[in-house]
């Protein structure tokens, strides 16, 4: 079992930025990939970006070059750094871990609310 507990989101004017942060604890080591995922009111949760554990990524087209995924694995946390927020970016964001099992997790969700 992984547990995953986010923290960072809150309420931003545009152009903003916001850390999101994601502390993993359990089974730590059978972790592989993680990423951010959001959804918006009335929308399907959709990928943010993903890194695996040696730290390869990869990123949505609607935000690459605003956002930057990091892990550090010694504090079994990932990081999602928000700049040039838009009011699109509105949204919970959900941390997910996917175990080499393809055990999926995820965390609680925290809210992003960018405003014009």
């Known amino acids: 079992q992984v547990q995953l507990v986010e923290s960072g989101g809150g309420l931003v004017q545009a152009g903003g930025s916001l850390r999101l942060s994601c502390a993993a604890s359990?089974?730590?080591?059978?972790?592989?990939?993680m990423g951010w995922y959001r959804q918006a009111p009335g929308k399907q949760r959709e990928v943010v970006a993903r890194?695996?554990?040696?730290?390869?990524?990869n990123y949505a087209d609607s935000v690459k070059g605003r956002f930057t995924i990091s892990r550090d694995n010694a504090k079994n946390t990932v990081y999602l750094q928000m700049n040039s927020l838009k009011p699109v970016d509105t949204a919970v964001y959900y941390c997910n871990a996917e175990t080499y099992h393809l055990d999926d997790y995820w965390g609680q969700g925290t809210q992003v609310t960018v405003s014009s």
């Open positions: 890194i695996t554990r040696g730290g390869s990524t």
């Open positions: 359990g089974s730590i080591f059978a972790i592989a990939d």
